[in-house]
Nanobody, 115 residues
Framework: QVQLVESGGGLVQPGGSLRLACTAA????????WGWYRQTPGNQRELVAR???????YYDDSVKGRFTISRDNAKKQVYLQMNNLKPEDTAVYYC?????????WGQGTQVTVSS
């Protein structure tokens, strides 16, 4: 059974930074592409960054140049470094395989960008 556990969220001022982490215990981590998704109330979950098994990263235009995804296959972890945060980045952030999700969603981590 794969359990996804996200952490690192919090309250930050506009222009600030956060680093999210996700642990995918029990998964065949290295063979999968992994991504970070976010969801705001009343909206569908959207994929904002993903990294394939070869280490190539892809970003949604809304975060390109500000967010950086990385992964550590040995630790079965995927990270999202978020810089120059904007109020519109406020959301619950989740990790899962990408671009196709294979596993049940974790609890997510709340990111709030506000002054």
């Amino acid at each position: 059974q794969v359990q996804l556990v996200e952490s690192g969220g919090g309250l930050v001022q506009p222009g600030g930074s956060l680093r999210l982490a996700c642990t995918a215990a029990g998964s065949s981590f290295s063979i999968n592409g992994w991504g970070w998704y976010r969801q705001t109330p009343g909206n569908q979950r959207e994929l904002v960054a993903r990294m394939n098994s070869g280490g190539r990263a892809y970003y949604d235009d809304s975060v390109k140049g500000r967010f950086t995804i990385s992964r550590d296959n040995a630790k079965k972890q995927v990270y999202l470094q978020m810089n120059n945060l904007k109020p519109e980045d406020t959301a619950v952030y989740y990790c899962n395989t990408a671009p196709t999700t294979f596993f049940s969603w974790g609890q997510g981590t709340q990111v709030t960008v506000s002054s």
